[in-house]
């Protein structure tokens, strides 16, 4: 991977490609026709106000909404109407903007669940061969998402903080080769964004990563191109420094959030 100092683009493979990407909603065009190159290791921010279309470019990417228009590649395979359980095994692992984990459960049978879910549920039901490197493998994610002293502990007694923590581990845990993220700082304190960040930025150092988030502070400093997005479209795309500079982009914050 050869970072491009003047747009902050990779020249990696591309892992996900969306050509003239299309969703509607009725009357109301939630992508208006987006394309987006994301190159293999590359930490890109996708920022925006509310209802840019920002979850609906990640649930297209995810596979949880199939466009109305256009397609969507991933690994050069074309993907557009590939069904979201077929995803994690091409390598697509993501969160959700609201929890998706089973509070009922502990930690560690969660990200099992996870591991489950990439390899497919008729294997968890045959003899328990798989087990015993699923459990480790579920115990690595813990420690990478600093919960491993929390395995046996119910999601529902963790803190708001470590939930996020969670899903982030329950998305790597299927060793994904785009971990998509959607506002993983969202309702957190102070000190628990910036831990999030520590977080974020180790754990991307060697993975592709797209990240969604209303936090200048965290998208700023994790990621190494930024995405503005408005009305669904992209607006304006470039380095952290660049979008910082982009009068457009302040246009649109103003009176929002201000670029700091
Ligand atoms: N399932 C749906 N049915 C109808 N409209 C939808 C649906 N999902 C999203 N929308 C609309 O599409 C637009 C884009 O929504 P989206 O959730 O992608 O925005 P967003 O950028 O993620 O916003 P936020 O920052 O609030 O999470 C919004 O106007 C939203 O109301
Ligand atoms: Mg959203």
Redesign the pocket.
Known sequence: MRPDTTTGATSGDPVVELRSVVVA?GG?L?LGGVDLDVAQGERLAIL??????????FNVVAGDLVPTEGSVVLKGVDCTHLPSRHRPRLGVGRTY?KARSFPGLAVGDNLYLAVVGRHGRQRALLPRSGDHSWRDRAAAAAESVWLYDRLDTRVADLSHGQKRQLEIGMAIVTEPDVLLLD?PASGLSRGERERLTGLLDELAADSTLLL?E?DMDVAFKVARRIVV?SD?KIVASGTPEEIQANALVHEIYLGSEALT
């Open positions: 909603f109301l939630a925006g106000p509310n209802g840019a279309g920002k979850t609906t470019l903007q506002e969604i209303h997005m669904g």
